[in-house]
């Protein structure tokens, strides 16, 4: 029986082929990404092309949530870079973001037409509210993965449900709940891992 720091440790079985997959798969992932891109990304990247595992998944998110800039282009990046260097760092950003600033500028022509158009605003509202499901389910279905983490489930919920409190209700900067549970995680986890 495997550790749980061999069991996270463990390779993904598969990864793109070369510089033109990575860029087309990142593209192809970007334009699915209406509201926010956590579901498609899990589901792409982990279920259909078994380039990560769901352990390694939620490790590196985490890492590309806690550096500056948009998460999803920051995980673009690190993979990028982990299969290919610094060229595939470059295809997977440009393929993140290449089509999808062409898609953003052609509705925003189209939009400053419709804009007072109360149909439109209700679709937007519509779309919020299936982002915010979309993540939700994402995140569920990700729970699992915390049971192999080096922290136990027990203190990775007790983790969650504390940022979701400080974030969500006291309304706290999330650079505070951060720095400060961040490092309640990075102690614990350095804890388990001491010899």
């Known amino acids: 029986m495997s550790s749980p720091s061999e069991a996270l440790a463990a390779p993904a079985a598969a990864r793109p082929e070369n510089l033109t997959d990575l860029f087309v798969s990142f593209t192809l992932l970007a334009l699915q990404g209406f509201g926010g891109v956590l579901a498609v990304v899990q589901r792409e990247l982990v279920e259909n092309k078994r380039w990560m595992t769901k352990e390694e998944f939620v490790e590196e998110w985490a890492v590309a949530q806690i550096m500056p800039g948009p998460n999803v282009v920051n995980l673009a990046i690190t993979l990028g870079s982990r299969w290919f260097g610094w060229r595939g760092a470059l295809a997977a950003l440009a393929g993140l973001l290449t089509a999808p600033?062409?898609?953003?500028?052609?509705?925003?022509?189209?939009?400053?037409?419709?804009?007072?158009?109360?149909?439109?605003?209700?679709?937007?509202?519509?779309?919020?509210?299936?982002?915010?499901?979309?993540?939700?389910?994402?995140?569920?279905?990700?729970?699992?993965?915390?049971?192999?983490?080096?922290?136990?489930?027990?203190?990775?919920?007790?983790?969650?449900?504390?940022?979701?409190?400080?974030?969500?209700?006291?309304?706290?900067?999330?650079?505070?709940?951060?720095?400060?549970?961040?490092?309640?995680g990075c102690i614990a986890a350095w804890r388990k891992l001491a010899p």
Request: aromatic share 4%.
């Open 101 to 184: 600033l062409l898609v953003v500028l052609a509705l925003a022509l189209v939009y400053a037409n419709f804009a007072d158009n109360p149909h439109v605003s209700g679709a937007l509202r519509g779309m919020g509210a299936v982002a915010a499901g979309l993540i939700t389910a994402t995140g569920l279905k990700l729970l699992p993965a915390l049971q192999r983490n080096v922290m136990g489930l027990p203190l990775c919920t007790a983790l969650g449900i504390a940022s979701f409190v400080a974030i969500a209700l006291l309304k706290l900067p999330l650079a505070w709940v951060l720095g400060v549970l961040g490092a309640v």
